[in-house]
């Protein structure tokens, strides 16, 4: 997620507002939310997944966030699934899906203080959706953004933020 945060991590999202919870069609556009009861059983595959594709379109954080990797899903159900990247802090992402098998993964604000060493709190932020093009392949827009507030931030993190567009595949498909 953020390198220059003591980690590996992952790339990221779009920048768009959060979906809205009315749109519940069955053509819904990219933006449009995923309700929590229409999804097909087995929308995902649980297990390992990879990056199997991870295009920057736009980028001010250079060499700070690093967007290739793997992760897990679980908790799979017939509308929703979780993302855990194996990154520090690690990051988990609750995910749901609807019946045209659109996505939207929503991640609590990470916040990292890096007292005693810096007077600086780094927050990262990811965002993840797109759709489903199988239980085993999912395309998308990821975007981490990563903030700081303290006097000696220049010394840990530069804010910046790291759009792509991303290709996910289960390992072994």
């Known amino acids: 997620m953020c390198a220059a945060c003591s980690g590996s991590g992952t790339g990221e999202g779009d920048g768009d507002e959060p979906m809205t919870p009315d749109a519940r069609t069955t053509q819904p556009p990219v933006d449009a939310p995923a309700p929590a009861d229409a999804a097909a059983p087995g929308v995902v595959n649980a297990g390992s997944w990879l990056y199997s594709s991870y295009t920057k379109t736009a980028d001010t954080c250079g060499n700070q966030v690093d967007?290739?990797?793997?992760?897990?899903?679980?908790?799979?159900?017939?509308?929703?699934?979780?993302?855990?990247?194996?990154?520090?802090?690690?990051?988990?992402?609750?995910?749901?899906?609807?019946?045209?098998?659109?996505?939207?993964?929503?991640?609590?604000?990470?916040?990292?203080?890096?007292?005693?060493?810096?007077?600086?709190?780094?927050?990262?932020?990811?965002?993840?959706?797109?759709?489903?093009?199988?239980?085993?392949?999912?395309t998308g827009t990821q975007r981490i953004t990563l903030g700081c507030t303290g006097t000696e931030c220049s010394e840990v993190v530069t804010p910046c933020s790291v759009t792509a567009n991303v290709v996910l595949q289960k390992v072994g498909t």
Not at 86 to 102: D, G, I
Not at 118 to 133: E, F
């Open 67 to 138: 967007g290739d990797g793997g992760f897990t899903i679980d908790m799979v159900t017939s509308s929703s699934f979780r993302i855990n990247w194996p990154t520090t802090p690690p990051f988990s992402a609750s995910c749901v899906t609807n019946v045209s098998k659109f996505y939207e993964c929503t991640v609590p604000t990470a916040v990292i203080d890096q007292a005693p060493v810096y007077d600086a709190v780094v927050t990262i932020d990811l965002a993840l959706k797109g759709h489903i093009t199988n239980p085993n392949l999912a």
